[in-house]
C-alpha cells in the first residue's frame, strides 16, 4: 500500500530533550516535506526537500532540523524542545518536485512539558 | 503572515443542504489550487484542485469556483452528508520547477452536517 509512516503517533516528552520524528515513503516521492498543524493557524510548512541531501526552510523552521540522506526517509529533529512545539505534526510526499497532490502521514502529537 | 485566508472558521449544515467554504490569497505568482479534507486522527487528504486557467471544476457533489480577478477561490459542497463532516483546508502553491513549490494553506474549517 502506498502510504507515509511516521513515528511515533503519540509522544510526549520533557524540555530540552531531543527527539526525532520519522517519516518514510514508499511512493519514490522526490519531494518531503513537513507541516505543523495548530488550531485557528491550519498547517504551516517547517520544512521540505526537493531530493536526497537538497533540503530548505518552510515558514515556520526555528527549533527543528531535518536531513534527507535517503529518498525515502526525511526525520525531523528537535534538538532542544520546548513548550511552544507542542503541536500535531504531518509528513508529506508528492511525487513531483512542484507540490501537487501531497501524501501525508497519519500525524504525531507531541506534548512537550 | 498568513497568505491565504479561510472562512468561515466552522459551518454547521443540515443533510441535504449546500456546504460553502470561501478562500482569498494574495500572492498573484500562485497557480494551483487545492482542497484537502481531514478527518479526525488522520492527515489531509486531496479532495479536488483547480489552476487558474479554469473558473470551475466539479468533481461529483464537490466543486472549486475560482475568481482570478478577486483572488477568490471556494468550494462547494452539494448535498452534503454526514459523512462529509470534517476539517477542510483550502491550499495555494507556486513556484518553478526548478526550485521547488511549496503549498500555503488556509486556517482549516471545521464543518458539520447534522442528520
Known amino acids: 500500500e502506498a502510504q507515509v509512516t511516521q513515528n511515533p503517533r503519540y509522544l510526549i516528552t520533557v524540555t530540552g530533550k531531543k527527539l526525532t520524528v520519522t517519516c518514510s515513503q514508499n511512493?519514490?516521492?522526490?519531494?518531503m516535506s513537513w507541516y505543523r498543524q495548530d488550531p485557528g493557524l491550519g498547517l504551516r510548512q517547517i520544512y521540505y526537500?526537493?531530493?536526497?541531501?537538497?533540503?530548505d526552510k518552510g515558514d515556520v523552521p526555528e527549533g527543528y532540523k531535518v536531513s534527507r540522506k535517503e529518498k525515502r526517509n526525511f526525520p525531523l529533529i528537535l534538538e532542544s524542545p520546548s513548550p511552544n512545539q507542542t503541536s500535531l505534526y504531518f509528513c508529506?510526499?508528492?511525487?513531483?518536485?512542484?507540490?501537487?497532490?501531497?501524501?501525508f502521514g497519519s500525524g504525531t502529537r507531541l506534548t512537550v512539558v | 503572515q498568513q497568505q491565504v485566508k479561510q472562512s468561515p472558521q466552522s459551518l454547521i449544515v443540515q443533510k441535504g443542504g449546500i456546504s460553502i467554504i470561501n478562500c482569498a490569497y494574495e500572492?498573484?505568482?500562485?497557480?494551483?489550487f487545492p482542497w484537502y479534507q481531514q478527518f479526525p486522527g488522520k492527515g489531509p487528504a486531496l479532495l479536488i484542485a483547480?489552476?487558474?486557467?479554469?473558473s470551475e471544476k466539479k468533481e461529483g457533489r464537490f466543486t472549486i469556483s475560482f475568481n482570478k480577478s478577486a483572488k477568490q477561490f471556494s468550494l462547494h459542497i452539494m448535498d452534503s452528508q454526514p459523512g462529509d463532516s470534517a476539517t477542510y483546508f483550502c491550499?495555494?502553491?507556486?513556484?518553478?520547477?526548478?526550485?521547488?513549490?511549496?503549498?500555503?494553506f488556509g486556517e482549516g474549517t471545521q464543518l458539520t452536517v447534522n442528520p
Open positions: 526537500s526537493m531530493n536526497v541531501e537538497v533540503t
Open positions: 483547480i489552476r487558474p486557467d479554469v
Open positions: 491550499a495555494a502553491s507556486s513556484g518553478p520547477e526548478t526550485s521547488g513549490s511549496r503549498l500555503t
Open positions: 500572492n498573484t505568482a500562485f497557480d494551483y
Open positions: 511512493m519514490n516521492h522526490e519531494y
Open positions: 508529506a510526499s508528492s511525487l513531483s518536485r512542484q507540490a501537487y497532490g501531497y501524501t
